[in-house]
């Protein structure tokens, strides 16, 4: 359990039960058994966390099949894949797959999720959502597939 504020830097493979940080930087492999409590968030990889919080960022550029059971940010979600050449050429393993999702701004690629909640929705390619709830703009590409949109009314 690290439970102090700190800016951490993994850089290959990391495994804790909870983490509190002002940043979390991953390149490789991060898990957190339970919760990740952060200011930003990046991984370029794969992912096992049960819950992420962010107050300003997250971005996650995918690498490897990833989970997070439920992501919430006050501020921006990016998902999209990897810049690696060599994950582009093994693109069936580069999926996160999530329960709920719920930020300010979203932008989601290659990402199955029950719920996203949000203002600004942005669906991108190889997405397969169950509901989308959004209080601005929702844009989805035609390569991705969901079930329900909601508008609030705010």
Known sequence: KVSRRFQSVCL???RV???QADRLKSSGYFSA???AAVETFYAEGAVKIHRLTAESSIELRLGNRSTIDVIKSSG???VKPSLKLMNALIPYFRKLTCETIEGTSITLYLTTADLVCGEDIIIGPGCSIGEIRYSKSLTVDPK???ARTVFLNK
């Open 33 to 35: 058994a339970q919760d």
């Open 12 to 14: 290959g493979g990391l």
């Open 17 to 19: 039960q909870h983490i």
């Open 76 to 78: 921006t979600i990016t």
């Open 144 to 146: 991705s597939q969901v």
